[in-house]
């Protein structure tokens, strides 16, 4: 078992940054891919970005890219997502997973973990 706890929500303005944490216990944190989803009122939950174990790969949902970077420290056993450049669309909550990695890659499904949820809103 892999125990996820998501921190760093909160209320900020169009083109403020904020920073998400991921704080995982249990089971080997270094041996799972690590994501980041949203889910906004009323929408299905969407893939926002996702790292290999290692953190050597990663990859973006299109509406994020070049604003928000995903990353990790398996020393601390954390995975956070940095969002620059925030817009009210980004409003939602956001969650991390955790998936067991055997290619050192990232994923977009498959989550077997998951955090209980940081709420993020964006005003314009």
């Known amino acids: 078992q892999l125990q996820l706890v998501e921190s760093g929500g909160g209320l900020v303005q169009a083109g403020d940054s904020l920073r998400l944490s991921c704080a995982a216990s249990?089971?080997?944190?270094?041996?799972?891919?690590m994501g980041w989803f949203r889910q906004a009122p009323g929408k299905e939950r969407q893939f926002v970005a996702a790292?290999?174990?290692?953190?050597?790969?990663?990859h973006y949902a299109d509406s994020v890219k070049g604003r928000f970077t995903i990353s990790r420290d398996n020393a601390k056993n954390m995975a956070y997502l940095q969002m620059n450049s925030l817009k009210p669309e980004d409003t939602a909550v956001y969650y991390c997973?955790?998936?067991?990695?055997?290619?050192?890659?990232?994923?977009?499904?498959?989550?077997?973990?998951w955090g209980q949820g940081t709420q993020v809103t964006v005003s314009s």
């Open positions: 997973a955790a998936r067991y990695d055997s290619r050192d890659t990232y994923y977009y499904t498959g989550y077997e973990y």
């Open positions: 249990g089971r080997a944190f270094s041996s799972n891919a």
């Open positions: 790292t290999s174990r290692s953190g050597g790969m990663s």
